[in-house]
């Protein structure tokens, strides 16, 4: 079995004293390392100065630089831990503490993170940002990515830093010192979270927002940096756990029997079926100037569903919904990571563990949904799982 990385985000708590700024001769409260020694030995103790930053990008946006309204943008929140690696700074806040943690960090702050699982996607969501801009400059229609930290506000600056070096186009972010980040992901909106923080994604998803916990596997597999390639399980993911409950309870023969006689009554929704609808308007924006076959978001369906016992209902479903799916593919149970593999997707979304590690097994980045009778059935992992 492939080892997924499955540490959360990690809750930071504790008092922190103010930063003392010396005022510039201007009289702005703006102050540089230098006239920050007070701060540096006193109030954190560092023992050495944060190194200069060197071979910053210059960060272009073209036409401009604008940002869409919550209202018309499709908002992804993204944590840090899953859009960054951050294993040793975890390290360091498990075994020395939260201001042993600050010290690190401040000290490492010119020091960029590597990129973490979610990484690859937010860059294929600035992709097809730049292709919308080209067909509608003056449109808000995009995706607005938003930085959800536990961190101390302390921290934002290696934050800052790392997406300036990584040339990332993030100007939102929400750092919460410790609280919950779930009233904020209201407030904005947000159309899709991606965590490390189980519990906070089960939150998440208790308020209607669509949500999902990344995991970072050793293996992965490199993805089209052109296109966005979304794939979704159907049952428990984009439709309700309706069929699934009566799979658990009957057995595949009152599934199968049940998916007959309610073949033309639709499925509810389930977790995801709003992320999907927001990727499909997104999509329609590309096919009204004739870019169909050009589209640079591509979405797949990946179920266990076989297609002439089950699939007919949940396509009907789709279609009743006005969602197309750009490819559908009906395993009839067989194993999803070969599937996977080929797809290439940025990310993938189920709502059962074992499939999630087949696909981490095969290289694919997968994100777990926790909503459905599926999670009393998913096994606790041994792994430590804070906040």
């Not at 975890?90 to 590597?114: D, M, S, T």
């Not at 979610?118 to 294929?124: C, H, M």
């Not at 007919?312 to 070969?338: C, V």
Request: neutral net charge; proline residues 5%.
């Amino acid at each position: 079995m492939v080892k997924m990385s499955l540490d959360p985000v990690q809750v930071m708590s504790g008092q922190v004293k103010e930063l003392k700024v010396s005022p510039s001769s201007n009289g702005d409260s703006r102050g540089s390392w230098e006239v920050k020694e007070e701060f540096d030995q006193d109030h954190l103790g560092l023992t050495t100065k944060p190194k200069p930053v060197t071979g910053r990008r210059a960060r272009k946006v073209e036409g401009g630089v604008f940002f869409p309204k919550p209202e018309n943008a499709v908002t992804i929140a993204v944590s840090s831990r899953v859009l960054f690696r951050t294993e040793r700074e975890q390290r360091v806040f498990e075994q020395e503490g939260v201001e042993e943690y600050l010290r690190f960090q401040i000290e490492h702050e010119n020091e960029p993170f590597a990129p973490g699982p979610a990484f690859p996607f937010v860059k294929a969501l600035e992709a097809v940002n730049n292709r919308l801009r080209e067909l509608y400059p003056q449109s808000e229609e995009l995706f607005d990515i938003v930085l959800v930290t536990y961190n101390h506000a302390h921290v934002g600056i290696r934050l800052i830093n790392t997406i300036n070096h990584h040339n990332l186009f993030i100007e939102r972010f929400c750092m919460t010192g410790g609280s919950s980040p779930i009233g904020y992901l209201k407030a904005w909106q947000t159309n899709l979270y991606l965590s490390a923080d189980a519990e906070k994604v089960r939150e998440a998803l208790s308020e209607g927002i669509a949500a999902a916990t990344m995991f970072m596997s050793e293996k992965l597999t490199e993805v089209s940096q052109t296109q966005l390639r979304v794939a979704f399980d159907g049952d428990a993911v984009l439709f309700s756990d309706e069929s699934e409950r009566i799979f658990k309870a009957h057995g595949l023969d009152k599934f199968f029997e049940h998916e007959r006689e309610h073949e033309d009554i639709l499925l509810d929704h389930g977790p995801l079926k709003g992320f999907l609808e927001a990727l499909g308007k997104l999509q329609k924006k590309f096919y009204a100037k004739g870019q169909r076959l050009n589209c640079p978001i591509r979405t797949y369906l990946v179920t266990a569903r076989s297609a002439a016992s089950s699939g007919i209902r949940a396509l009907k479903t789709l279609r009743a919904w006005g969602l197309e799916i750009d490819e559908a593919l009906f395993l009839a149970g067989a194993p999803k990571g070969p599937m996977l593999e080929k797809i290439r997707p940025h990310i993938y979304f189920d709502d059962q563990m074992f499939h999630v590690e087949g696909a981490a097994e095969m290289g694919t980045v997968a994100a777990h949904v926790p909503y459905g009778i599926a999670q009393k059935n998913n096994p606790k992992k041994s792994t430590s799982v804070g906040k």
